[in-house]
């Protein structure tokens, strides 16, 4: 019953900004680690950025600084503002998350269906 649904992406220009949010429904009884990985074309996918649920954060060398993952977890949400955008940013993004559900009541790993983010010119 616990799903994890992007949106928010889209085309943008070099340097704009985009700030695709991720949402968790179902029933859930807590949210732990939230994550956003990236899939480029003809590439493995990788790690963006992670958030703890004590809110510590962490990024890949290739976003640091220009990426900012947050979460409200009065809406079982999480974010990602991407600004400075480059064309090698261009990827499907996926949303992750180790959450546990109400029922049943063991903590799982569960992942998006993606959003795509183009940066082109």
């Known amino acids: 019953q616990v799903q994890l649904v992007e949106s928010g992406g889209g085309l943008v220009q070099p340097g704009g900004s985009l700030r695709p949010s991720c949402a968790a429904s179902?029933?859930?009884?807590?949210?732990?680690?939230m994550r956003w990985y990236r899939q480029a074309p003809g590439k493995q996918r990788e790690q963006g950025a992670t958030i703890t649920r004590s809110g510590s954060t962490d990024y890949t060398d290739s976003v640091q600084g220009r990426f900012t993952i947050s979460r409200d977890d009065t809406k079982n949400t999480v974010y990602l503002q991407m600004n400075s955008l480059k064309p090698e940013d261009t990827a499907i993004y996926y949303c992750?998350?180790?959450?546990?559900?109400?029922?049943?009541?063991?903590?799982?790993?569960?992942w998006g269906q993606g959003t795509q983010v183009t940066v082109s010119s």
């Open positions: 992750n998350a180790d959450l546990q559900p109400v029922w049943p009541s063991n903590s799982a790993n569960y």
């Open positions: 179902g029933t859930i009884f807590m949210i732990y680690t």
